[in-house]
């Protein structure tokens, strides 16, 4: 079974940026009601479709007080839990950052160390990669980050 993930924030003033898990050095963090993780959420959202259930918005409502600032890496463990209570395996990620900035090379490890911890599965098997919108759209305005995901699950 396949998923697909896709997942936008705007970048927000007086907050960290988090991506895959890790603080990245930035001018802006993305808005959000969690830590606005867009990595995350774009993977959290194509395990969940994979499996046939809702978005993470059901699991996690933007309203909901005990969700406020947690760490994104807390909704792949829930999507973990989902793998298991249905006896499912997760096989591989696949993702995509859009974003003119800031530049992820330095951090891609650590990002596929934290997702793959948080989801059970090698760091080898969290694929991350990223692309800018050369300049176009609201990503190319530098306004936010979008980011794309596949979940392959058994």
């Known amino acids: 079974m396949i998923g697909i993930g896709y997942d936008v924030h705007q970048f927000a003033e007086n907050r960290p940026l988090i991506l895959g898990g890790v603080t990245i050095p930035h001018s802006h963090g993305l808005a959000g009601h969690s830590d606005?993780?867009?990595?995350?959420?774009?993977?959290?959202?194509?395990?969940?479709?994979?499996?046939?259930?809702?978005d993470i918005g059901h699991y996690f409502p933007p309203g909901d007080p005990a969700c406020k600032d947690i760490s994104s890496l807390l909704i792949l463990e829930k999507c973990r839990a989902l793998l298991a209570e249905e006896n499912l395996k997760l096989i591989n990620i696949d993702s995509t950052l859009i974003a003119e900035a800031p530049k992820i090379l330095h951090f891609r490890e650590a990002m596929q160390k934290n997702i793959g911890g948080a989801l059970g599965i090698p760091p080898n098997r969290v694929g991350i990669k990223a692309t800018t919108n050369e300049s176009m759209g609201f990503v190319g305005r530098k306004e936010g980050i979008a980011?794309?995901?596949?979940?392959?699950v058994q």
């Open 147 to 152: 980011a794309m995901a596949v979940a392959q």
């Open 36 to 54: 606005a993780d867009v990595l995350c959420h774009a993977v959290a959202d194509a395990i969940l479709g994979a499996m046939g259930k809702p």
